[in-house]
């Protein structure tokens, strides 16, 4: 079997194309989120915090001069990128929270009948005891 044979079977494999499709959705997914938080969440928070962007907080290591730029420890970006990734999970998880009640509300709201077979059975079971 060739080379690109292979390749062309592992690559039309189901599970392949799914993972592909999950990470394109994924991707523009992760778009929204961002959006939400950067654009609806952060604000509220900044203005909790007195205006504070953490984005601007560095550290200068070395003063630029003339065209060369100085060079930064940017860990307000770091900050605000933790501080976006425990809001994304916080919402992930409020969100799988609520799939799950979901579930659990249908699994409760109506039992399975019983097969066939223990119908039949239990019906027999009540003619015996009849005798």
Same mark, same amino acid.
């Given at each position: 079997?060739?080379?690109?044979?292979?390749?062309?079977?592992?690559?039309?494999?189901? /599970?392949?194309?799914?993972?592909?499709?999950?990470?394109?959705?994924?991707?523009?997914?992760?778009?929204?989120?961002?959006?939400?938080?950067?654009?609806?969440?952060?604000?509220?928070?900044?203005?909790?915090?007195?205006?504070? /962007?953490?984005?601007?907080?560095?550290?200068?290591?070395?003063?630029?001069?003339?065209?060369?730029?100085?060079?930064?420890? /940017?860990?307000?970006?770091?900050?605000?990128?933790?501080?976006?990734?425990?809001?994304?999970? *916080?919402?992930? *998880?409020?969100?799988?929270?609520?799939? /799950?009640?979901?579930?659990?509300?249908?699994?409760?709201?109506?039992?399975?009948?019983?097969?066939?077979?223990?119908?039949?059975?239990?019906?027999?079971?009540?003619?015996?005891?009849?005798?």
């Amino acid at each position: 079997m060739g080379m690109m044979q292979e390749f062309k079977e592992f690559a039309m494999r189901g /599970n392949v194309v799914d993972l592909a499709i999950g990470v394109v959705i994924g991707g523009a997914f992760g778009k929204i989120v961002s959006s939400v938080v950067a654009d609806v969440i952060m604000p509220p928070i900044g203005l909790l915090t007195g205006g504070v /962007n953490f984005t601007d907080l560095k550290l200068v290591l070395k003063e630029g001069a003339g065209d060369v730029p100085p060079v930064t420890l /940017n860990y307000g970006s770091f900050i605000q990128t933790c501080f976006d990734f425990i809001i994304i999970a *916080f919402a992930i *998880f409020m969100l799988v929270k609520a799939m /799950n009640s979901m579930k659990k509300a249908e699994a409760a709201a109506a039992p399975p009948p019983p097969p066939a077979q223990e119908v039949l059975l239990t019906e027999i079971r009540d003619l015996l005891k009849n005798r």
